[in-house]
C-alpha cells in the first residue's frame, strides 16, 4: 500500500478532461515537498511528465497541468487523446519514512 | 544523455544483484544518479540514490541490503542488492534527478531498464 494514493484507473473520451488524484499526508505533500509527475507507455520506461508541482519539462503539452492543495495533487490532461492512454505516477518525498516515495500508478484507458 | 543498465537477468536466491548503469552523452558529476525498480505488473519503488561525491541515501526498507556507487571517470553507477528473495524480481531503472547538485528535483531522464529475475 503506497502512502500516496492514486486511483487505480480512470477513463475518458477523446477530447474531455480527466483528473487523477494523489493523496498524501502532513509529512510528505503536507510538508510542502515537491510533487513530480511521470507517465509510463506500456512496455516502457517513465518519463517526467510534470516537476515541482507543475512545471513542464520542454516538449510536454499544456493540456498537462497540476493543481495542488494541503495534503493532494491532482493531474489533469485536457483534450485526451489516444497516446495519452498510459500509467501515471506521483512522485514526492517523506520525511517520517526519510524516503522518496511513489504513488501506486493510475491507469488511464482513453475509451 | 543516456542511461544503459545492464547486468544478469537471472539471480539466485539469497545471492547478490549487481547491476551497473552506464551514462554517456553527458557526466555523472554534479547529479544525484538513483536506482528504481519496478515489480512485475506493480508499481515503482525507489532504491536509492547516490551523488557524484559518493554519498548515498537508501530507502530505509532495503537499507540493510543495499549498495550504490559511482566512478565518475567511468561514468558509471553501481548497485548492490544483497540477500535477495522472488520479491526482488523487477525490473530495475536508473535514473537522474533534474538539477545539478539537487536531490529531489523529478528524475527527468531514465535507463531503459533492465530485468532481473529472482530464482533457482
Known amino acids: 500500500q503506497s502512502v500516496l494514493t492514486q486511483p487505480p484507473s480512470v477513463s475518458g473520451a477523446p477530447g474531455q478532461t480527466v483528473t487523477i488524484s494523489c493523496t498524501g499526508s502532513d509529512s510528505n505533500i503536507g510538508a510542502d515537498f515537491a510533487v513530480h509527475w511521470y507517465q509510463q507507455l506500456p512496455g516502457t520506461a517513465p518519463t517526467l511528465l510534470i516537476f515541482d508541482d507543475n512545471n513542464r519539462p520542454s516538449g510536454v503539452p499544456d493540456r498537462f497541468s497540476v493543481s495542488k492543495s494541503d495534503t493532494s495533487a491532482s493531474l489533469a490532461i485536457t483534450g485526451l487523446q489516444a497516446d495519452d492512454e498510459a500509467d501515471y505516477y506521483c512522485q514526492s518525498y517523506d520525511s517520517s519514512l526519510n524516503a522518496v516515495i511513489f504513488g501506486g500508478g493510475t491507469k488511464l484507458t482513453v475509451l | 544523455v543516456l542511461l544503459q543498465e545492464s547486468g544478469p537477468g537471472l539471480v539466485k536466491p539469497s545471492e547478490t544483484l549487481s547491476l551497473i548503469c552506464s551514462v554517456s552523452?553527458?557526466?555523472?558529476?554534479?547529479?544525484?544518479w538513483n536506482w528504481i525498480r519496478q515489480s512485475p505488473g506493480k508499481g515503482l519503488e525507489w532504491i536509492g540514490f547516490v551523488f557524484h561525491t559518493g554519498s548515498t541515501n537508501y530507502n530505509p526498507s532495503l537499507k540493510s541490503r543495499v549498495s550504490m556507487s559511482i566512478d565518475t571517470p567511468k561514468n558509471q553507477l553501481t548497485l548492490e542488492l544483497r540477500s535477495v528473495t522472488a520479491a526482488d524480481t523487477a525490473v530495475y531503472y536508473c535514473?537522474?534527478?533534474?538539477?545539478?547538485?539537487?536531490?529531489?528535483?523529478?528524475?527527468?531522464?531514465w535507463g531503459r531498464g533492465t530485468t532481473v529475475t529472482v530464482s533457482s
Open positions: 535514473a537522474r534527478d533534474s538539477v545539478v547538485k539537487t536531490p529531489l528535483s523529478g528524475l527527468d531522464v
Open positions: 552523452g553527458g557526466s555523472t558529476t554534479n547529479y544525484y
